[in-house]
Each structure stands twice: as C-alpha cells, then as structure tokens.
C-alpha cells in the first residue's frame, strides 16, 4: 500500500527554498450566486439536447445519436468546471492564480488521469506556490480514506501527520520547514479528495489559512453523487 502519493497529486517538480511569504490576509471570491447551481439557459438547453439524442436512438440513428451525447457531456464537463471553479478562491493572500495549462502545457494531468477534475495554481512575486487539485471517483481515494481513519499507519513516516480542516474533515498532511514544503489530501468522502501542495513556505499557516477558506463543504454538495 503506497502511504503517501507525493508523486503522484503534487503538481510542483522539487521543492524550492524560498523567503516566507507574506502574512497579508487577502482572500478574493467568485459570486456568491455562482455556487449554487447551473444556469437555467444551460439546463434547459440540455434538456433539448437528452430529448434530441432520445429522438436518434429511436430513429436507429446510432451515429448522431453517439456525437450529440458525446457534445452533451463535454458542455457538461466545461459547465461543472465552472461551477466547481468557483468554489475557490481568485486571490489568496499575496498569490495570485494563474491559467494551469499555461503553465503545465505538457502535464500528465492534461488528460484527466488519476481522476483530477479540477486544478489551480497560485503564485507569488517571490515565486512561492500553492497548487490545488480536486481528485473525484479515484481508486486511489480509497487509501486515503483507510489511511486517516488509521493512524498506525503512518507511524515512522517524517513530517506526516494526521489533521483536521474546517473542524470536518481529516487529511493526510506532510510537512517540512527545511524544504519550504507543505502537502495536504483531504478526504471529503470516499469519492473525493482536495490536494493542496504549497511550495517556499516555512511557516505551516500559510497551509493552514489556504485551507480554511476553502468552500469543501459546497464542494462536497455538488459533487455529490
């Protein structure tokens, strides 16, 4: 059983040692209105679309019917990033988010392997970072999920830990002040999980106050299944 996936949910190639970054508690939020559910031209319009592709799989028009879906889920998929983006924050602090696939044109998470739905990356003048990748309906959930509800099963690992974020939900945390490096995978439920990888820090509060005014809870909600 691997204990801890570095490797494979942190988006930063090494860990950089940096000065602390600053303790500025600016936090910048999408609209309120946007957490709540799609819109309702976008709801009605795939309402037509399931009514069409029903039209061509009794029409025995395979085919179409197979490219429509097909169209549906990706407009699907483009809306739940929406929703699911919304849901964190445009400015944390002194860092600043910036587009992922410019950064990672080449990234292995590109293709939506491993089960990442979503990712961001935060960043400061001094070049600090803060990644965050909400994993979804992933096998390797499961570990996580045995991992935390079972703590002799880190006993021996350094700098690794067990806690607690917004007073709910366990996650598995690594920490070292030496490599300016923090790791958090938070368990939500057995079908998700937020990994947030922080580079450059010294100081886990940085981690800490990332992780607090991250809207798991309305996470949780809408990725319910």
């Not at 429509?68 to 809306?79: C, F, G, P, V």
């Not at 509800?149 to 607690?164: E, F, S, Y």
Request: net charge negative.
């Amino acid at each position: 059983m691997v204990l801890f996936q570095t490797q494979v949910y942190s988006l930063s190639d090494k860990h950089t040692k940096q000065n602390p970054v600053s303790s500025s508690n600016v936090v910048e939020m999408t609209s309120e209105q946007d957490l709540v559910k799609p819109p309702s031209r976008m709801v009605s319009e795939s309402m037509s679309d399931l009514d069409f592709i029903k039209s061509e799989i009794e029409e025995h028009q395979l085919s179409s019917a197979i490219f429509a879906l097909s169209a549906l889920i990706d407009k699907l998929r483009t809306e739940q990033n929406k929703l699911v983006e919304a849901l964190f924050p445009k400015r944390f602090q002194d860092y600043r988010y910036s587009s992922r696939d410019a950064l990672f044109p080449e990234d292995d998470f590109s293709g939506g392997n491993f089960g990442v739905i979503f990712s961001r990356r935060y960043q400061n003048d001094a070049q600090h970072t803060i990644d965050v990748n909400v994993v979804f309906s992933d096998p390797a959930i499961d570990e996580y999920v045995n991992i935390v509800k079972n703590k002799k099963l880190i006993q021996g690992l350094d700098h690794t830990r067990i806690v607690k974020v917004n007073y709910r939900y366990l996650a598995l945390q690594k920490f070292s002040q030496e490599e300016t490096y923090g790791e958090r995978n938070i368990v939500i439920n057995n079908d998700l999980m937020v990994n947030v990888v922080a580079n450059g820090m010294k100081s886990i509060s940085v981690l800490d106050d990332f992780c607090d005014v991250l809207a798991l809870r309305q996470l949780e909600k809408l990725l319910k299944q």
